[in-house]
């Protein structure tokens, strides 16, 4: 049966004792085969070799791997037999040394070539055969004796490293080295070796602890964490929502602390805390560094097309509050509600909702390899967040553009910590958060959060939604048309007039801004003259208004545009 070279199937030209490393990765991974004796195109050109393969390689690589392959010995009759396609591909089959393999790419043919590149006499059989299967190939030959000159080079070479052993009844050999996956690790020189797509890499770092720890049935977050302090806050706040989502009865959330934890098998045999244990109700970060969220607000630089810092903040504590906490504290803080007026009333959009951007930190903390010692960082941009996460993408077992399509289970590499955001409420069925998201971004016109994935990262950006971006637009061309800048850029040049200044200001407010914002926007210094010469001018002609009007010295106070104001801008935009 012919198979194409993938996760599973390598083909070799000859044998290397570097593929002892190779054949390591296929025990480590789901096992796999190995010709020799087929170049990387599938065509058998025979082995040198074949009774030391047969009769010694199987005691070698038992010897240096303590694993038992199975080693079998096939051939074929004559060039020019694939193993890897059924129907050659034009493009394979026309290469210079896949036509060697053949036997129709020869000396001979190059020799005939060159003594009558015009083709003026008869043609001879190996020119012929050579034509037959290469039309264009040998129309470049007889045009150009610099390609000649070439392909003679590339000829000689091709020679000495893919020669073709044809026995004397004609035959051609390859040898079959079948691997099966192992249950345990399977080193080579002391180092660990894993078959990825269709290349084999060493497996170092965090990757190699936890290839063992799976290898013995073991996960990163199974194993004992020592002096837990477990954070009674936390463990009320699990048995709330998993009460408030049905995941527990109140009967069973009224038990101790000790035995919620007990019940979600989060001690070891021996009755210690596991480390899932201690990152969920307890102080992660006392486990391993880096067991934190970073948020951070980013301005566009839209004349340089780049993006700069602002401000941000870390989210600290139990796994099981990170999430939410952050969430609430992006939506206060980070996320601006953009306002739009239809008839008389009003209505704010936001880029995204709760559910989008919780699923989507969720998971990210439910994923992460914690043995990377980074935080998860979310990057909040006016028109899309990203947030990135160190963590392991499945690709053997899901493609990425097929995450939101396909029915899938969930991967989680850490399995104690998923089963506890899944009891607390937290987190959907495990390998529905995908469907989650697309469902919520049908509700409110968004588009799928796009996935960006590494062999270390996970990347999703949550872009904004239709209403909101054409909000955004819409906002950006009024604030420029009175001011010269889009309203994203965050700070705007000093007016030289009075009157200019203030409808700079008005059209800032178009969306709320606190005192701090409104006298960067203005590039003032003065407290005093932003209070008394703006604030409160623009208070009393009635153009801006309180967002919390019965408290004025609050220090959460706004400013926004009234009404009539966004009347006029959204006038001004239509004549526009």
């Given amino acids: 049966m012919q198979k194409s070279e993938d996760q599973t199937i390598e083909y070799k030209s000859s044998w290397q004792d570097d593929y002892f490393g190779w054949i390591a990765g296929y025990a480590n991974a789901e096992g796999g085969i190995l010709y020799i004796g087929v170049n990387d195109d599938g065509y058998v050109i025979g082995v040198s070799d074949l009774h030391y393969l047969l009769d010694t390689l199987p005691n070698q690589i038992n010897s240096h791997l303590g694993i038992i392959v199975s080693i079998s010995h096939g051939s074929v009759q004559g060039k020019g037999n694939n193993l890897k396609h059924r129907l050659v591909p034009a493009d394979i089959a026309a290469k210079p040394e896949n036509l060697y393999a053949r036997g129709i790419l020869t000396t001979a043919a190059l020799d005939d070539i060159d003594a009558d590149p015009a083709n003026t006499k008869n043609v001879t059989n190996s020119v012929q055969q050579l034509f037959d299967a290469a039309p264009g190939f040998i129309k470049q030959l007889r045009k150009s004796e610099d390609y000649r000159n070439k392909i003679r080079a590339d000829l000689e070479r091709i020679q000495t490293e893919n020669q073709v052993y044809v026995n004397a009844d004609g035959s051609l050999d390859y040898v079959r080295i079948e691997v099966d996956r192992t249950p345990y690790g399977v080193p080579y020189h002391g180092h660990y070796y894993k078959r990825s797509g269709g290349t084999t890499t060493e497996i170092k770092g965090a990757e190699l602890s936890r290839f063992l720890l799976d290898k013995v049935g073991k996960t990163w977050d199974k194993m004992p964490a020592a002096r837990v302090k477990i954070d009674h806050a936390a463990v009320d706040f699990f048995r709330k929502n998993a009460v408030e989502k049905g995941r527990l009865t109140e009967a069973k959330a009224a038990v101790s602390d000790e035995l919620v934890i007990e019940n979600l098998n989060l001690k070891t045999s021996d009755g210690e805390y596991t480390r899932a244990a201690a990152m969920l109700f307890a102080d992660p970060e006392a486990v391993i560094f880096g067991a934190y969220l970073r948020i951070g607000f980013f301005k566009k630089n839209k004349t340089a097309n780049t993006s700069s ?121 495990w390998g529905q958060g995908f469907s989650l998201i697309k469902e919520q971004c049908g509700l409110i016109d968004a588009p799928l959060p796009e996935i960006k994935a590494t062999d270390d990262t996970v990347t999703l950006t949550i872009r904004g939604c239709k209403k909101y971006m054409e909000l955004l637009e819409r906002l950006n061309s009024f604030t420029s048309s009175i001011t010269g800048e889009g309203a994203s850029e965050g700070v705007g040049e000093a007016a030289g007039e009075e009157a200019d200044r203030l409808e700079r200001v008005v059209a800032f407010c178009a969306i709320p801004r606190s005192r701090n914002e409104i006298q960067a926007f203005c590039n003032i210094k003065s407290d005093r003259f932003i209070r008394q010469e703006v604030i409160q001018l623009l208070l009393e002609e009635g153009r801006i208004v309180r967002t919390i009007p019965d408290k004025p010295s609050s220090p959460k106070q706004k400013y926004i545009a009234t009404k009539t104001e966004l009347e006029r801008a959204q006038a001004i935009m239509d004549r526009n």
């Avoid at 139990?318 to 906490?325: G, K, N, S, T």
């Avoid at 909702?353 to 914690?370: D, P, S, W």
């Fill in 309 to 429: 810092f602002a401000y941000g903040d870390e989210v600290h504590g139990p796994l099981v509050r990170q999430a939410e906490d952050a969430v609430d504290l992006i939506f206060k803080k980070y996320l601006k509600a953009l306002a739009d007026i239809e008839g008389l009333h009003r209505s704010e959009t936001y880029p995204t909702n709760k559910e989008i951007l919780r699923e989507v930190i969720l998971n990210a903390v439910a994923h992460k390899n914690y043995e990377s010692c980074d935080p998860i960082q979310i990057k909040v941009f006016d028109d899309h967040i990203t947030v990135m996460n160190y963590g392991f993408w499945p690709f053997e077992k899901l493609k990425v553009e097929d995450a939101y399509d396909i029915e899938h289970s969930s991967y989680p590499i850490n399995p104690l910590i998923a089963n506890g955001l899944f009891s607390a409420g937290l987190m959907d069925k």
